[in-house]
């Protein structure tokens, strides 16, 4: 199974995300900080990232 790690601080947003992604098969893993995103990230080594560039602790820009 492929996963997607979602990097969201909106929660609801973050839901949608791993609502559609689940429906359609994917495993999915949501952190709500760069910080968390980046230990899942490395953790996890996900097929795909979802990053949002407004982030706490951590911006999208310096996860990348």
Request: proline fraction near 3%; charged fraction near 25%.
């Amino acid at each position: 199974m492929k996963k997607i790690l979602i990097v969201e601080d909106d929660q609801i947003v973050a839901n949608i995300y791993r609502n559609k992604f689940s429906l359609e098969g994917f495993e999915v893993d949501v952190a709500n900080n760069g910080l968390t995103g980046l230990d899942l990230a490395q953790t996890l080594q996900p097929d795909a990232v979802i990053l949002d560039l407004m982030l706490p602790k951590m911006t999208g820009v310096d996860f990348m």
